[in-house]
């Protein structure tokens, strides 16, 4: 029974759709860089962490969130929009956060790896980057 075998069914369609629900979950998070009211308390928090260029901070990550969600979930440039989304997640996890990966600081953490698969793995067969680059994707799977 294919169920309780190591090969992997349906990989690269269940990759695709966990992308581009991660993708719609940054987008989702990202989405506040135009809300002003979240901003300027994005920007207060950070002063009182004492991070440089607090204003500054604050528009590239909550944009670096939007941006790379929207480029995710389309699955353009998959490997590249998930770096600054691994480097905002780990400055909010190891940076504001103090990097307790298994109490307070699971989601960014949880983030951080799914971002890794897609970087590794990249982004399925239902994405932009499979039409333009017309590439073979890898499978999931390790043959013995």
Known sequence: MKFFSSQGFWEQTGLSLIRIIVGVFMVYHGWEVF?????????????????????????????????????????????????????TMAVICFGIGHGKIFMDDQHPFLFILLFLVFFFYGPGWLSVDKII???REPRLVVSP
């Open 133 to 135: 680059f017309k590439r």
């Open 35 to 87: 809300i002003d009211d979240k901003m300027l308390g994005y920007q207060q928090w950070l002063t009182d962490l004492k991070f440089p260029s607090p204003a500054f901070m604050a528009y590239l990550g909550k944009g670096s969130e939007f941006v790379g969600g929207v480029l995710l979930t389309l699955g353009f440039l998959t490997r590249l929009s998930v770096i600054p989304l691994i480097i």
